[in-house]
Nanobody, 125 residues
Framework: QVQLVESGGGLVQAGGSLRLSCAASGRTFSNYGMGWFRQAPGKEREFVAAIEWTGGSTFYADSVKGRFTISRDNAKNTVYLQMNSLKPEDTAVYYC??????????????????WGQGTQVTVSS
């Protein structure tokens, strides 16, 4: 089992930027795809971005494409989410997640077996 700890959330004005970090421990980080999800009040958890274990391929929800960038540093066991041009509708708790299986791609929520505790992102208008 992998442990995930997010950081970097906060309050920002619309148009601003934040960078989220997720530190992983407990298994070979570089063998697993990673993702970011978010959940706004009263809504279901939704996919935001994912990155393959090599970092060579990335995937994004249409709502964040062109504004958010996911990356990873396998030497530091950390995955990042750079969020630019933030909008009030980006307000949510953001969760880091790790794939259940090594060397596997897929962005559905059910593909991810380990989750962080979440970090709040609030974008004011």
């Amino acid at each position: 089992q992998v442990q995930l700890v997010e950081s970097g959330g906060g309050l920002v004005q619309a148009g601003g930027s934040l960078r989220l970090s997720c530190a992983a421990s407990g298994r070979t980080f570089s063998n697993y795809g990673m993702g970011w999800f978010r959940q706004a009040p009263g809504k279901e958890r939704e996919f935001v971005a994912a990155i393959e274990w090599t970092g060579g391929s990335t995937f994004y929800a249409d709502s964040v494409k062109g504004r958010f960038t996911i990356s990873r540093d396998n030497a530091k066991n950390t995955v990042y989410l750079q969020m630019n041009s933030l909008k009030p509708e980006d307000t949510a708790v953001y969760y880091c997640a790790a794939h259940r299986l090594p060397y596997y791609s897929g962005n559905s929520l059910g593909n991810f077996g380990s989750w962080g505790q979440g970090t709040q992102v609030t974008v004011s208008s």
